[in-house]
């Protein structure tokens, strides 16, 4: 059975089997219509830092919002020529309710070849595993082998809807409160670990770019953690894909506060530098 499409059958007791799922869309980005910007990004592309980092970072302003919907469209920022978010489903719920959908999907297709084949349909199968009916045997119809040749089924039946489109509107509205939960930890665990520090704990910093040229604000991506945060300059204007050495003065979760500020030139790594 291939997911995303009606699975036909010939047998005429076959359940009448299709799955639908919301996949998620993106237009490619429209750079031309933005000259300055672009001109950036591919000054970027060209003198940036060696992984693509600063890159990755500016291009992520040119993106379009993604669109979920049934129909099989490109995800430009991605790659893909399709895309269906499943993955993590303890996390989210519109996971569980794609995984529901594609297990039943797979028992009725899994049922019918039983029938195709003559064979009788395992009790502990439910009509909720299926989303339908459970066909019944009709054991009068058995052929000379003792094939099965006929199921009652009921083929009016209409699925009980796992209405996904409510599963994404409710992780839109729950997404800021994932991202709170999210920073939280994060800055419970920088929190700790500068509790525990013997000796000054420092991290080395990338510049992916500035957002706060009157402030001397950049964007840093911190390499041992993989998180991007925010750092005001103590040494005037940074250079774009260079790193630097921070340490965290203050980090408080329940405020949502993170303060970094310049690691001495003994501290650990940076000392090698």
Request: aromatic letters at 8%; glycine letters at 6%; proline letters at 5%.
């Amino acid at each position: 059975a291939q997911l995303g499409k009606e699975n036909k059958s010939s047998n005429q007791n076959a359940i009448p089997n299709s799955l639908s799922l919301p996949f998620r869309s993106q237009q490619q980005p429209d750079i031309r219509s933005r000259p300055r910007e672009a001109s950036v990004l591919e000054n970027l592309a060209k003198n940036g830092d060696p992984n693509g980092y600063c890159f990755a970072w500016y291009m992520r302003r040119f993106f379009n919002a993604v669109e979920v919907g049934e129909k099989m469209l490109p995800h430009a920022g991605l790659g893909l020529p399709c895309y269906v978010q499943w993955t993590s489903p303890i996390r989210r719920f519109g996971d569980l309710q794609v995984e529901a959908a594609a297990k039943r999907f797979l028992r009725r297709a899994r049922v019918n070849q039983l029938m195709e084949e003559g064979l009788e349909i395992p009790d502990e199968i439910t009509e909720n595993d299926l989303g339908c009916p459970v066909p019944s045997p009709v054991q009068s119809s058995r052929d000379e082998t003792g094939r099965l040749t006929k199921y009652n089924v009921d083929k009016n039946w209409k699925e009980e809807d796992i209405k996904i489109q409510e599963g994404t509107a409710m992780f839109r509205v729950l997404r800021p409160v994932q991202r709170l939960a999210t920073e939280y930890w994060f800055l419970e665990y920088l929190r700790r670990r500068r509790a525990k520090a013997e000796i000054e704990d420092a991290f080395e910093c990338l510049i992916l770019g500035c957002t706060d040229p009157a402030r001397l604000q950049y964007a840093i991506y911190i390499y041992e953690i993989g998180a991007e945060q925010k750092y005001v300059s103590e040494k005037g204007t940074l250079s774009i894909g260079s790193n630097i050495w921070l340490k965290v003065v203050d980090s408080n979760p329940r405020a949502g506060i993170l303060r970094l500020t310049l690691a001495s030139a003994s501290s650990g790594m940076a000392s090698c530098k």
